[in-house]
């Protein structure tokens, strides 16, 4: 009989995060949800709930993610995957963002993706078949307008993140993959797209290419995926 994989997920109190979560517990994955105020989510009925997880995750706290991997570590044993998914936004241009409002942009999203797999790496290289997925933004592939412009600094940070510990890990069977979605109908994605859902990208569909990418075997490694509901001047 195989083993049981674990996976880590970030911000997984809702949209992305949680529908990441929802996929991976379906097909039996031990799932460790980080979140701000732990719940466990409403679907934990239907699948086996003594391989969940909630614990309480800030990503602003430099002793969030060791006090996280020590308590999924006691529970489920080993590390397979991580999903740094946790975010934030702003919605300034870089001339208008104050020092203040871009300091939490690039603590939460990169010090926070940052700190997070450097905590898992040692459970990660055990495995020799490692995981890392960082949710980035096609905003960290192109700057769609001025008002996403502190906002897509912090996730070109992200995306650069991403392929430093593609490096990092490569040698030792870690796969990192950054995942690039547009417009996603979540609560933070929803009011960018002037409130109207129809033809989003659902959270449901970054969950399954979040999945895909991470069972891929390690010659098969994605470096980026991107997606989008529109097309646009790039992507």
């Given at each position: 009989m195989s083993e049981t994989k674990t996976i880590l997920i970030s911000g997984?109190?809702?949209?992305i995060g949680d529908a990441t979560a929802r996929a991976f517990a379906e097909v039996g994955w031990n799932v460790s949800m980080g979140m701000r105020k732990?719940?466990?989510p409403e679907w934990a009925n239907k699948v086996d709930a003594a391989k969940l997880q909630v614990v309480a995750y800030d990503s602003t706290d430099a002793d969030a993610p060791k006090k996280w991997v020590q308590e999924a570590r006691e529970k489920f044993g080993g590390i397979d995957a991580v999903v740094a998914n946790a975010g934030i936004m702003v919605r300034k241009s870089a001339v208008d963002v104050t020092d203040a409002e871009f300091d939490s942009?690039?603590?939460v999203n990169v010090n926070g993706p940052r700190r997070l797999v450097q905590d898992c790496w040692e459970s990660l290289l055990?495995?020799?078949h490692g995981r890392v997925v960082i949710v980035s933004s096609l905003s960290g592939k192109r700057?769609?307008?001025a008002i996403s412009g502190a906002?897509?600094?912090s996730k070109y940070a992200a995306l650069g993140l991403s392929h430093a510990f593609r490096h990092a890990g490569f040698e030792q069977g870690i796969r990192t993959t950054a995942?690039?979605?547009g417009f996603v109908a979540t609560d933070m994605g929803t009011p960018l797209a002037g409130g109207n859902t129809d033809g989003l990208t659902t959270a449901e569909d970054v969950a399954g290419s979040i999945f895909h990418v991470v069972n891929l075997p390690n010659s098969a490694s994605v470096s980026e995926l991107w997606m989008n509901c529109s097309l646009d001047d790039s992507y």
């Open positions: 997984a109190n809702r949209g732990p719940v466990m942009l690039m603590e055990e495995k020799g700057v769609k307008s906002y897509s600094v995942v690039c979605p």
